[in-house]
């Protein structure tokens, strides 16, 4: 065997010590990238909930002002019919009656709507909470993954710890949503 035979032989056993000790690092940045791409897609079905919610409060709210504007109408002809002076008094009677039952019927559903358009602004709001957590999981996990892959590079184990600490952060952020009420 030669000097440079030798010399390579322990060079290749010292690499090999080198990277088994790596081997948990790079199982982390695995762990780290699963976990990333998970509330990546948590983070944007929640966000696709609150827009989905967002658009039936305002559809809500539209239908709200569509039977405002309608009870206002009536309300405005009811009023008419009291100052006008009609000929036949028990069809006019008839009329307002109609109206005044009207009425009472659009403040009924008023009320019903706006409770419905309030609640959805409710789970938009709710789905915004849960979404900014599910961001800042994201954006932790992402960062602990990055300074745990310098690991890699310095081979100081300083930076996987420091990866860890921001990636239990992130974990920390995501598994809190479940917290919400």
Request: charged content about 20%.
């Given at each position: 065997m030669e000097a440079n035979e030798a010399q390579e032989l322990q060079e290749h056993?010292?690499?090999?010590?080198h990277e088994s000790?790596?081997?948990?690092?790079?199982?982390?940045?695995?762990?780290?990238?699963?976990?990333?791409?998970?509330?990546?897609?948590?983070?944007?079905?929640t966000h696709t909930e609150a827009v989905l919610n967002q658009n039936k409060a305002t559809d809500q709210w539209n239908f709200?002002?569509?039977?405002?504007?309608?009870?206002?109408?009536?309300?405005?002809?009811a009023d008419l019919l009291s100052v006008v002076t009609i000929a036949d008094k028990a069809a006019a009677d008839k009329i307002a009656k109609a109206y005044s039952d009207h009425q009472s019927k659009w403040?009924?559903?008023?009320?019903?709507?706006?409770?419905?358009a309030e609640g959805l602004e409710k789970k938009v709001e709710y789905a915004e909470v849960r979404a900014d957590r599910f961001d800042l999981a994201e954006a932790l996990l992402e960062i602990g993954l990055v300074i745990t892959?310098?690991?890699?590079?310095?081979?100081?184990?300083?930076?996987?710890y420091l990866g860890m600490v921001f990636a239990f952060?992130?974990?920390?952020?995501?598994?809190?949503?479940?917290?919400?009420?």
């Open positions: 056993a010292e690499h090999g010590a000790s790596m081997r948990p690092v790079a199982f982390t940045m695995s762990v780290l990238a699963v976990l990333v791409a998970v509330t990546t897609v948590l983070g944007h079905r709200y002002q569509a039977k405002k504007i309608r009870s206002n109408d009536t309300f405005l002809a403040s009924d559903d008023l009320k019903e709507e706006q409770e419905k892959s310098v690991t890699l590079l310095t081979r100081s184990r300083t930076y996987w952060g992130g974990i920390l952020s995501a598994v809190s949503v479940l917290m919400l009420k």
